[in-house]
């Protein structure tokens, strides 16, 4: 069991990446944030709004693309890239 700190406020979205099983998170902190599924790592925080947001993600069959929406704008992001 790990427990992966970083978001200041609840995680209202989770989603497995693709074989390596990294995760993505998002947060009413209004990030996105990608994890080791290994060990826990944080590996990188992909976006942060200026207002608040409600966010819903899912992810692409082969876990190379990520989509995130909230605020009235959906994004899609390659896994360990920029927007797309």
Do not use: I, K
Not at 43 to 62: H, I, P
Not at 68 to 75: A, I
């Amino acid at each position: 069991l790990q427990t992966l700190t970083g978001h200041t406020d609840v995680v209202c979205a989770l989603v497995v990446l693709g074989p390596d099983g990294n995760l993505v998170s998002g947060s009413g902190d209004r990030t996105v944030r990608v994890w080791s599924g290994s060990d826990g790592t944080h590996l990188r925080t992909t976006l942060q709004w200026d207002d608040s947001a409600d966010y819903s993600l899912a992810v692409g069959r082969d876990g190379r693309l990520f989509v995130e929406g909230g605020n009235g704008t959906v994004r899609v992001w390659r896994a360990m890239g920029s927007a797309s």
